[in-house]
């Protein structure tokens, strides 16, 4: 080979020498990446394999582990309504329940027994349902005076728009059907269904006489045909205030059975809720509170029958007694012989009373004195 050939090779020798050194770099550069990828891959076990080892675990936990679990779990079961967590991770503090006290309902208001008193309403199976006001002697003054306070406007507003605000009422009992269902299941100790179907009897009554208050006067008013040269003509009006002695059962369907009729035609009422049945009185109070019924045209009391009957049998501004949730009949014969002292209307109690049987008129009319005007002809 001749010297110029030699020196046209060599470049390219060299060229050759430097690519293969190269791959050669490369390839020791790949094999060191994968040895050290092999190295973590064996430092780290997969995902599995971690599991398995926290599944294989000792059973015993730390007294510090084991409050974090009861906290998570108390958390998961917290209700909605219970306050957010603290900043710090402290647990939401569980919240306290607003205790209800079931008041007197007197004038409009719901003030507490002036003697401080209440007794505990208990269900049924005996179970503890709410605290209500223990009424007194002084509370029943009060309720009367209320009452009589506020007769004059009552019986004088319109027959027909007393009519539209005991419809109200009705409006405001169908919004709280429910709560009457529940309360009435609590204190009666009957199904949920049957509790429904008593609250909506009861809603049913009360429209059924909100309808009579401008029909009254046209069914029980009259022209007397008089052997002389006059017009003799007679009407209705309301007796006054009637004390009204609510049946223990059933709890709100007797009571709304009783207190309707006396106010539709004008009259005022002074209610005593006996026991448990507290309970549905006094809601049936909040009701009337909102339902732009007068303050003071009903005024509720709870207590014992026995303690209340006797002062408001006396009262001589009461002037007609409702004794339907009297249930001793020596008590009932000392409160006849006490509203004879001012010649109260007695309405006496029923020996086996059918709430659900259709009511008429009866206690409507038991409760009305009948005005008669005699006016001269051609006068």
Do not use: C
Not at 101 to 107: D, Q, R
């Amino acid at each position: 080979m001749s010297d110029k050939a030699r020196g046209k090779t060599a470049p390219a020798a060299k060229q050759a020498a430097a690519r293969k050194s190269a791959s050669k770099q490369s390839a020791a550069k790949q094999s060191a990446a994968k040895r050290t990828a092999a190295k973590q891959s064996a430092a780290k076990p997969p995902a599995e394999k971690i599991a398995a080892e926290h599944d294989t675990r000792p059973a015993t936990v730390s007294a510090q582990e084991a409050r974090r679990a009861e906290t998570s779990a108390a958390v998961a079961e917290t209700p909605p309504s219970t306050s957010p967590p603290e900043e710090d991770g402290t647990p939401p503090r569980p919240r306290l329940a607003v205790r209800k006290t079931y008041k007197l309902y007197l004038g409009g208001a719901f003030p507490r027994s002036e003697s401080g008193r209440s007794y505990e309403v208990t269900s049924a199976q005996g179970a503890f349902l709410a605290n209500a006001a223990l009424a007194s002697r002084k509370d029943a003054r009060d309720a009367v005076k209320a009452a009589r306070s506020a007769f004059g406007g009552w019986s004088g507003a319109t027959a027909y728009n007393r009519g539209q605000i005991l419809y109200r009422i009705a409006e405001m009992l169908e919004g709280r059907r429910d709560q009457f269902a529940a309360e009435i299941a609590a204190v009666e100790g009957v199904t949920q269904a049957s509790a429904l179907a008593q609250a909506e009897a009861a809603i049913d009554r009360w429209v059924w006489y909100a309808g009579w208050a401008d029909k009254i006067s046209q069914v029980r008013g009259t022209v007397n045909p008089v052997a002389g040269p006059y017009w003799n003509v007679s009407s209705p009006e309301p007796t006054g205030v009637v004390a009204v002695f609510a049946p223990e059962r059933p709890s709100l369907f007797g009571l709304v059975s009783v207190l309707a009729p006396v106010i539709v035609s004008g009259n005022t009422a002074v209610v005593a809720a006996p026991g448990a049945a507290a309970l549905p009185a006094i809601t049936l109070a909040e009701v009337l509170a909102t339902s732009d019924l007068p303050g003071g045209v009903v005024n509720i009391l709870t207590g014992r029958i026995a303690e209340l009957a006797p002062p408001l049998a006396a009262h001589l501004d009461v002037n007609a007694l409702d004794l339907a949730g009297v249930e001793d009949p020596g008590l009932a014969a000392e409160l006849e012989r006490a509203a004879a002292q001012n010649l109260k209307r007695v309405r006496r109690p029923e020996p086996e009373p059918d709430w659900t049987a259709d009511p008429g008129l009866d206690r409507i009319v038991s409760f009305l004195e009948t005005k008669t005007v005699w006016h001269p002809v051609g006068v």
